[in-house]
């Protein structure tokens, strides 16, 4: 049986594809966390359809990103999410 694992996603060169693969992940029973950066998440219809899956998979996103609607996280929080994490990816 394998381990349920903390993964921490850093979405920071496509948006999309990270919340693709965020949602992907849980199907595997890991905990997921994902962290938008670099930019505000475009409002493309790609982007819609991905952030639905969010929502399936219960994955709450937050940004590093300030003035956003999603949480903020700042760069301490980011830090010790980090750590705490069994992984980190990033995209």
Do not use: Y
Not at 23 to 37: E, S
Not at 39 to 44: G, K, L, M, S
Request: proline residues 4%.
């Amino acid at each position: 049986m394998q381990k349920r694992k903390s993964i921490l996603l850093l979405a920071r060169a496509d948006h999309a594809e990270a919340m693709r693969v965020a949602a992907g992940l849980t199907i595997f029973g890991h905990q997921v966390r994902l962290v938008f950066m670099t930019a505000p998440v475009a409002e493309t219809p790609e982007n819609v359809r991905h952030a639905e899956l969010l929502e399936l998979s219960d994955i709450q996103p937050e940004t590093t990103v300030s003035g956003q609607e999603l949480p903020h996280v700042g760069a301490a929080a980011l830090s010790l999410a980090m750590i705490k994490s069994d992984a980190v990816i990033s995209l």
